[in-house]
């Protein structure tokens, strides 16, 4: 039985000889046989199906690196003219956190794309739901737009691609969750437009969050309400940080200024994705109080995943406190345990909190033979802390890697929905890197279709 299972997968058999093994069962197992089938049609077609399966069956999350090749040469139809493209590749880290990089074993899909006309911005590439989100931007904007931002929404196992605008008149704005609904499985986006806190590069005050069904016709931007709170303002780390994804809710770390004379509050920011609304749940207890700037929420690994906080201590000795909440409940403050303090003995000066704040990616992740760490990545190097060992050790990212960040498949494959926003696609052909004779090699591409092109490379 062993050997059969490790060995290859047989052919799934057709309706025929299913319909000849059913035929020979008793009558009483026919019987069974298809109440538990109409059981499981009534259960598995309902919505609250998808959001148990969310909540319980978390894929695992899988450490990514995203690269931005040189422009290259792209034949248009005709085959005469050639253009440049801006191509971004996705692909699993090839290093500590790949288990067994030489026989790992999946799927085949594309992990290149490339919008004519756009230039991607490589370094804030964000993950929700298996979804791949950024910014791009024309490369000759028209006068009447000289600075009008879109993002590019990309499903690399479904090859599915949207590109749309931000909300009209955003100012300074950026995506700061996605998510697919539970019920519908359409993709849905949330835009913050923000200001900057005086004397803090990393923090800046929420002003307005709007949500965004994506193609959902001409149904557009609509604002969504921040939630209540004693202080009028909300403050939270900006462009580098990202929303937490967990139990069909987006989390993020916030900070309130305190009334007269009270220092400043952290809080959770969650956003209820069934109910589209936001609420303040309770952050650690730490004193002094907890800073967004040297402050991570992450999700720790596991089967169901717990929410984590990793922090700096504000005091010498300088060390990584790590905080994990056991229950997710509403009085959330009694649940927060300090599970781990991480010394910071011969890393406190390359991982100083204004290096942490900086850091383009601070992850928890599973190792493939180190069990659990944490990882901060720091350009093109990163530090990784073995939780087993209680070890630092630095990791080498590569000078092309323009990203690093945890990748989740969603439970709604393939369901997830672009709506009228999908690309259409053509086929074409795109010159490689010269190949050792000097010669260009072509290769062929899906593109995506008007009113924006673009193209998706499959490399399996």
Sequence with gaps: ????????????????????ILARLPPRDIGAFRAVCRAWNAIASRPSADRFLATTRRPAAAVTVVTRDARRLEFDGDGDRRRPVDIVRFDFFRGRWHPDVHSHKRQPCPRAV???????????????????CTRVSPWNPPPTQPGADEYMLW????????????PAAAGQGRIIGGYAHPVTGRFHILHSSDIAVPGSRHIVTLVTVQLLAVGDGGAGWREVPLPESKTTTISMRGEGDHAASLHGNLHWLVQQPGSAGEAAAAALLVFDTAREEFRLMAAPELRPELDPSTARLRVAPGGKGKLCVLALTQQPPLALEVWVLDDYSDDTRRSWRLRETVRLEGVARALSPRRFAAAAAVEVVE???EGEEIFIQLGHWSMAYSVRSKAWRQVSVGRSCAALLLYRESVLQPEISFGKALRVFRRGSMLSRR????????RSYSSFGSPLEGSVISES
């Design 367 to 369: 190792g493939a033979h």
């Design 155 to 166: 499903n690399p196992l479904t090859n599915a691609c949207a590109v749309v605008s931000a």
């Design 1 to 20: 039985m062993a050997a059969a299972a490790h060995g290859p997968s047989l052919p799934p058999l057709d309706d025929v000889v299913v319909g000849e």
């Design 114 to 132: 490339s919008l004519d006309g756009m230039a991607i911005s490589a370094e804030a590439f964000r993950s929700w739901d298996g979804v791949l």
């Design 435 to 442: 190949s050792r004779d000097g010669r260009f090699r072509r």
